[in-house]
């Protein structure tokens, strides 16, 4: 009997994917992160998510916990988010997230207290390679695919885990939590940053801890076209919120200038790059150059790439990738590494 | 076999309370404010526990006011006094969040405490010449971490040498099964209790006046307890309760003297067989015999309770918050202990059912858990 602690935040993925470990003969424990002490969603502390969890846990027969690991949170993940911001760079908080909580304090906390893996609700597959190292490969359910946020798994830490609603569709996973009784059955999907609430916004959460500053959208010729009402809260790619004069054809944010507030705008084209460098490489197994597929965005469509001399040149002109973004390497439906854009 | 340190979160319902509970809950339908036979009977038997409690705190059974425990007592005694008086609140930050909370939303002053996270006579001295108005201040008899004692009669002489209207509330909870509250609490207006900290059931407490205390209710409707919080009694709680502190009466030097020496053997056992093992307040200061918390080095308290669960043994640190989660504490804070320590800190609460053979357990149990925890780190 293997002993796992699974992280459950409350949702039906985790919840299923602990009722599956414990048909695996797994012993199994419940575990709870408590995270952000401030408002969310599921109210202050995420307390209904928490008892959601605890309750799929009373339902399933396992104990369960609660680690309050928000210290580490604050320093981690909220403060460099915040922090990129205010320098204009993209952050990705759920990155963060499963590179310093999840898979480092709370992975060596299981470790520490005598279990040999940690399971997770992540809609991502673990595959064996011949040479017997391991790869995140993405989700039976594409359009659920979190195998992006995994990037950063080295060996030790993708053998010390498991990810048993990897070949289930969401579908699969609501109906298997509906068939054990389990009240999050229908509970809907969690939406974006954990700690940002959908009726307050990003704007109003970074306002409350930056000070935010009012810039000017210019065109290509420098000529100035309109104004953005946070420099900050501008990101590469974006449309919307920047109060453009006239125009024919669409305009897109493809230059952020956070020292002296600009942001430059233009069309599809100017959007366009042929290479895009990067920064902290990372890879699962080795390294790998040549051919590649990167995807840009948790949800963004892969791209062929080569990786030569630490850049990666597009095969198609790829629309720029904001400073800061995860770019993530893989072989067909297989990570095999990621960097972050510059 | 389970080992439960827990007592000052929660003590097991002596066996002679549930006996005395039980008639209550399975032959008595009566209501205590009504006017038949059954109802007076109901009403006879929360008369008793009030006299019983009279007796514990040295008080007239008129004053006695039953409540649904600790926290709306504390609530009842700030907001009654600022109901009836006005002016400010002031209590010590190491109080409960029980009297912390009401004081901080009506917008009152929370005094700085000692390193021992006692009430500073000096500043509170200080605060009372800067404020006219304070009308009313709590001060905890023992904390319900570390289990300190605050002088309440000599805070209280203080008080009321600088401004002799100011009320003086005491929170007793923790204090109730170590200390002889009517003499301890002989100087406080108000007092507050809660049975389940002294072998009585969750969900029954008080607050006691000294004569002539005058306060506002809180919780208004059909007037019982003498206009001061109305709501139909929790008649087998409240019986419940009044039986614990007749016990308490009879057998609290005898409890008291068995777990000082528990809780020493623990201390002392813990600190000689794991490295890095400290009492949370120097030695020499005064405590309820019932806690021993300690700091244990480079160990995070939610890993070591984890294990000791796996073992059996339950203890707690800090406080919880709603989530469950462990929280950083006030308490430690206020009494300057950095972060990283008190993030290694345990409270092992001991009480009257705490056996010899459990402390030798626990002694087996604690430096095991610490063990693996350190062997990892390394």
Known sequence: MTKVMVAMS????????????????????????????????????SVSDVDDARRAADALGIEHHV?????????????????????????????????????????NRAKALGFEKIVTGHHARIVKQKD???????????????????????????????????????DQVREKANSLGLRVATK?????????????????????????????????????????????????????????????EPRYANNIDIESATVTVGNTDQLL???????????????????????????????????????LVWKEAHSRVASGQSLVFYEKDQVIGGAIAI | ???????????????????????????????????????????RAIDDARDHLALLVGAEPGNVIFTSGGTESDNLAIDGILGAKGGQALCSATEHPAVLEPVRESGGIVAPTDDTGRVNLESLANLLDSFADISIVSVMMANNETGVINDINTIADLISEK?????????????????????????????????????????A???????????????????????????????????????????????????????????DKLENGLIDKISGVSRTLPKGTPRTPGIAHLCFKKIENEALLFLLEDKGIYASAASSCASGAQEASHVLQAMGVDLKTAGGSIRFSLGQTTTEEEIDNALIAVPSAVEQLREFEK
């Open chain 2, 205 to 263: 407490g008080a607050l006691i006046l000294r004569n002539g205390v005058n306060l506002a209710p809180v919780i208004r409707g059909g007037g019982q307890e003498r206009e001061r919080r109305s709501g139909t009694q929790n008649v087998p709680a409240i019986v419940g309760l009044g039986e614990a502190a007749r016990l308490m009466q009879v057998e609290r030097l005898k409890i008291n003297e068995r777990v000082t020496r528990l809780r």
């Open chain 1, 273 to 311: 790059v042929n290479q895009t460098e990067f920064r902290d490489p990372f890879w699962s197994s080795k390294k790998v150059e040549g051919e590649l597929l990167v995807q840009t965005s948790a949800h963004g469509k892969p791209k062929l790439a080569n990786l030569e001399d630490g850049l």
């Open chain 1, 10 to 45: 409350g949702g039906v993925d985790s919840s299923v994917a602990a009722a599956l470990a414990c048909e695996n003969g797994d012993e199994v424990v419940g575990v709870t992160l408590k995270l952000w002490g401030g408002e969310s969603d599921s109210g202050c502390c």
């Open chain 2, 1 to 43: 076999m389970d080992i439960y340190l827990d007592h000052a979160a929660s003590t097991p319902v002596r066996e002679e309370v549930i006996q005395a509970m039980m008639p209550w809950l399975t032959e008595h339908p009566g209501n205590p404010s009504g006017s038949h036979r059954l109802a007076r009977e109901a009403r």
């Open chain 2, 163 to 203: 401004t002799p209207e100011t009320m003086i509330h005491t929170d007793a909870v923790q204090a109730t099964s170590w200390l002889d509250i009517a003499e301890t609490s002989k100087k406080a207006h108000l007092i507050s209790l809660t049975g389940h900290k002294f072998g009585g059931p969750k969900g």
């Open chain 1, 132 to 170: 017997k190292t391991f790869r995140i490969a993405r989700a039976a359910d594409e359009g659920k695919d979190q195998s992006y946020v995994l990037y950063m798994l080295n060996q030790e830490q993708i053998s010390s885990l498991h990810l048993p609603i990897g070949e289930m569709t969401k």
């Open chain 1, 67 to 107: 680690f309050n690991l928000g210290e580490d949170f604050d320093e981690y993940v909220v403060a460099p988010y915040v922090k990129a911001h205010s320098v204009g760079l993209t952050p990705n908080p759920c990155i963060e997230c499963n590179r310093h909580i999840k898979f480092d304090r709370l992975l």
């Open chain 1, 188 to 248: 809907p999907d969690s939406q974006d940053v954990c700690f940002i609430t959908r009726e307050k916004g990003r704007a109003d959460f970074l306002r409350q801890r930056i000070s935010l500053t009012p810039g000017k959208v210019v065109d290509e010729n420098g000529s100035e076209v309109g104004q953005v009402e946070a420099i900050e809260l501008v990101t590469i790619g974006q449309r919307r919120g920047m109060l453009l004069a006239g125009g024919k």
